[in-house]
């Protein structure tokens, strides 16, 4: 009779025991476990995901649009900007100074009709050739020039920065999140056991 108690005493005891203790000791190791191993992969896996995809779709969206909405507008701005600007500043920068220079210049070593002649001769024509010639050169110029440096600088600057902004900020954010996370359903899991 003792044999028999005993070994009914022995396996309820030990089935109790093993059941609250395996439960308790899987739940905070499977809690502390998957916390830290989920937060390092994903932490991982996502930064270098979310650094390769950006640095690829900014890199070719950026530089797409940049290009040809810098070349456009550029190109418009620069052509009726400079042609006014410079047509209104070169026709009376260029008429006075030459009309100064070579009134004084010319009415010494040449005669009174060179000089006036060539005085309104050369404003008119210089004023209409140089704000033609400058303004087509340098919109084109520019135009060019700007959307292909805004292009390249932009997608280099903003696919570095954001790919070790962003997997330095997604790390510990998640980190912190899992941490927390997996904490509480281990507080959750420990207080629901009886």
């Not at 900007?81 to 047509?87: F, G, K, Q, R």
């Not at 912190?176 to 009886?194: H, K, M, N």
Request: no cysteine.
């Amino acid at each position: 009779m003792n044999g028999i108690y005993l070994s009914i005493y022995l396996s309820i005891y030990l089935s109790i025991y093993l059941s609250i203790y395996l439960s308790i000791y899987l739940s905070i190791y499977l809690s502390i476990y998957l916390s830290i191993y989920l937060s390092i992969y994903l932490s991982i896996y996502l930064s270098i995901y979310l650094s390769i995809y950006l640095s690829i779709y900014l890199s070719i969206y950026l530089s797409i649009y940049l290009s040809i909405y810098l070349s456009i507008y550029l190109s418009i701005y620069l052509s009726i900007y400079l042609s006014i600007y410079l047509s209104i500043y070169l026709s009376i920068y260029l008429s006075i100074y030459l009309s100064i220079y070579l009134s004084i210049y010319l009415s010494i070593y040449l005669s009174i009709y060179l000089s006036i002649y060539l005085s309104i001769y050369l404003s008119i024509y210089l004023s209409i050739y140089l704000s033609i010639y400058l303004s087509i050169y340098l919109s084109i110029y520019l135009s060019i020039y700007l959307s292909i440096y805004l292009s390249i600088y932009l997608s280099i600057y903003l696919s570095i920065y954001l790919s070790i902004y962003l997997s330095i900020y997604l790390s510990i954010y998640l980190s912190i999140y899992l941490s927390i996370y997996w904490g509480y359903r281990s507080d959750v899991t420990a207080e629901a056991i009886p």
